[in-house]
Structures are given as C-alpha cells and as structure tokens.
C-alpha cells in the first residue's frame, strides 16, 4: 500500500540553523500538507500546498517557514532560522482530492525537529 | 474557529473488551466532516474512520464505530473487541466541507490507548 515517507526521522539541529524536512507524498496525490505537534500538545496545521503555491496557511507559518515540491516527488519544508519553539514533531500529509468527502489526508510518520 | 476536545488523555480496556473515546467539537457550520486517526508507536497516523455530517447513520468499520450526535457536537469512538494492536493514540479531527473552503485538519489532543492482555 502507498505510503507518504518522511525523512529524517528525527533531526537535531542547533538554535539559528536551517532544517529542511523531507517528504515524499503518494504519487498520483495532488495536495500537499505540513502539520506540527510540540510535545504535549495538538497537532496543528501549519500550510497545505496545491498546484505549486500555497493554497493556505496558519498564522505559525511565518516568513521563517517555506515550503516547495522541486522535483515533483518530494515535498519540503524549510525553517530558515530555527528557534528552540521550533521543536516539534512535524508531519507532511498529502490528498488526491479536495473538497470532497472522499478527500482523506494520508500521513507520514513524523519528522521530530530537535532544536539546541 | 472550530475547536475539537477529547477530555480523556488515556484510557485502558482489556483484550476483547468494548472501549469508547470520547471527543466535542465545536464549530458555527452545518456541513462538515469528522475523523478518527490512530496513531502506532512511531508509525504514521492511518484513517480509522471518518462521518459526514449531513449524514445522520453512524459510521461502521469492522469493530470500530462511531456515536455521532450533531446537536450535541460529540463524536465518539466505539472499539469493540480490542486487540493488542488497537493500542495508540487517537485523534479526533475536524474538516469543513465548504466548496473552495478550507482542508486543514482540525485535531484534538488525543487520546493514549492501552490495551491490556
């Protein structure tokens, strides 16, 4: 069965360094999303990606975070300067569909950012 | 902005045995969509399943099903029959189902199942 893989599983990275995680949605799967849980805490949305542009974003991605598919296979998200709030466990998920209620986001099984 | 709430962080159920999770929301639509993902150990979060609200029959899926009241905005989880393999964590989630509105998950916090032999 496909799968979304995420990859570092876990990355540790010092306070004020660029992290790029990695993600490779499922193949014939066309919208694209990041999401983030700090231990103890929700997982929250972070930005959802459609057509090579962002088609939304939550007020957490700011202008630290950016997000690309470069290859048409993987899918990134970048942290220009990480902050020790950064850490966190993030997922990538992706959807064949929107709008619909066949539209099932599938998830990867998480990068954990460790910031020092 | 659409809130989701499951009060229980962790729960126990013995081998066999019948478990509900419990989970609100809180939302101003109609027209919406309800998940529950579980969550292994250091695996990746997998649909269980999933209600469409207009719909007004509860969802089914082998053993897992759901107890959806609208007017309440409660969404429980029933396993019946828990295995070994049951054990992780759920998530209730939250979709709108505007045309052109938004896709993002709405998550609770979850809720650790342990499932005792």
């Known amino acids: 069965e496909p799968e979304v893989t995420q990859t570092p599983s876990h990355q540790v990275t010092q306070m004020g360094q660029e992290v790029i995680l990695r993600c490779v949605p499922i193949s014939n799967h066309l919208y694209f999303y990041w999401y983030r849980q700090i231990l103890g805490q929700k997982v929250e949305f972070l930005v959802s990606f459609y057509n090579n542009e962002i088609s939304e974003k939550s007020e957490i991605f700011d202008d630290q975070f950016s997000v690309e598919r470069p290859d048409g296979s993987n899918f990134t998200l970048k942290i220009r300067s990480t902050k020790l709030e950064d850490s966190a466990m993030y997922f990538c998920a992706s959807s064949r569909l929107a709008g619909a209620a066949k539209n099932i986001q599938y998830f990867g099984a998480g990068t954990r950012l460790s910031v020092l | 902005a659409q809130t989701v709430t499951q009060s229980q962080p962790e729960m126990s159920v013995q081998e066999a045995e019948t478990v509900t999770l419990s989970c609100t929301y809180d939302?101003?639509?109609?027209?919406?969509?309800l998940f529950w993902y579980k969550q292994p150990p250091s695996r990746q979060m997998i649909l269980v399943i999933r209600?469409?609200?207009?719909?007004?029959q509860n969802a089914t899926e082998n053993r897992f099903s759901v107890n959806f009241q609208k007017a309440a905005k409660s969404f429980s989880l029933k396993i019946s029959d828990s295995q070994l393999g049951d054990a992780a964590m759920y998530f209730c989630?939250?979709?709108?189902?505007?045309?052109?509105?938004?896709?993002?998950?709405?998550f609770g916090k979850g809720t650790k199942l342990t499932v005792n032999p």
């Open positions: 209600q469409e609200a207009y719909k007004q």
């Open positions: 989630a939250y979709r709108q189902a505007t045309q052109g509105g938004s896709e993002k998950l709405v």
């Open positions: 939302t101003s639509e109609s027209d919406y969509y």
